[in-house]
């Protein structure tokens, strides 16, 4: 029953994934109000997963920021400064491995006037945590990457939001 429900799951996350940003976001530099820091957000699409095909929810200083579907990127002008970035994604975790939501977090530096790129890659959970949750199964950890690993990266990835109209291009 479980491995039918997560199948089920598996199969309508990859019918209808999309990239969305919340646009109220506090830490999202306004018109002209601030000079802003341009920050790209990158998810490879590595194939089928499973559950780990769902949506990526970011949240930036405690509050939702964007949900990031596998294949996509979009461009987030943020205020500059520092900010605690939380990850949260799914996994089939545990024993009888069961789908289980799986976080991660890193504190970030935004610079004005420049230009960032965060690749979100799927790496293995240990087996032994320091965190609570579940042990093993998979979770997306976010990196800074340079802008010729960001240009190598968008390869094939489909450009949402404002990154239509300013993609990542030589």
Do not use: W
């Not at 900010?83 to 289980?100: L, R």
């Not at 960032?116 to 087996?127: A, D, K, Q």
């Amino acid at each position: 029953m479980q491995l039918t429900y997560v199948l089920l799951v598996a199969a309508l996350a990859g019918c209808a994934s999309s990239t969305s940003v919340q646009p109220t976001h506090p830490l999202i530099a306004t018109g002209g109000t601030v000079e802003s820091a341009k920050v790209y957000f990158l998810r490879p699409d590595i194939g089928f997963r499973g559950v780990m095909d769902l949506p990526v929810t970011i949240s930036l200083g405690g509050k939702e920021l964007l949900t990031l579907a596998k294949g996509q990127y979009t461009l987030v002008p943020l205020a500059p400064g520092s900010a605690e970035m939380k990850t949260e994604s799914y996994t089939v975790a545990g024993n009888p491995g069961a789908m289980a939501l799986v976080s991660t977090t890193r504190t970030l530096t935004f610079s004005a006037g420049e230009t960032h790129y965060i690749l979100f890659e799927l790496v293995p959970r240990l087996g032994f945590r320091l965190e609570p949750g579940p042990t093993g199964g998979s979770e997306f950890v976010p990196s800074q990457i340079s802008r010729d690993g960001a240009l190598r990266a968008v390869r094939g990835l489909t450009p949402v939001g404002m990154a239509v109209d300013q993609p990542i291009s030589k």
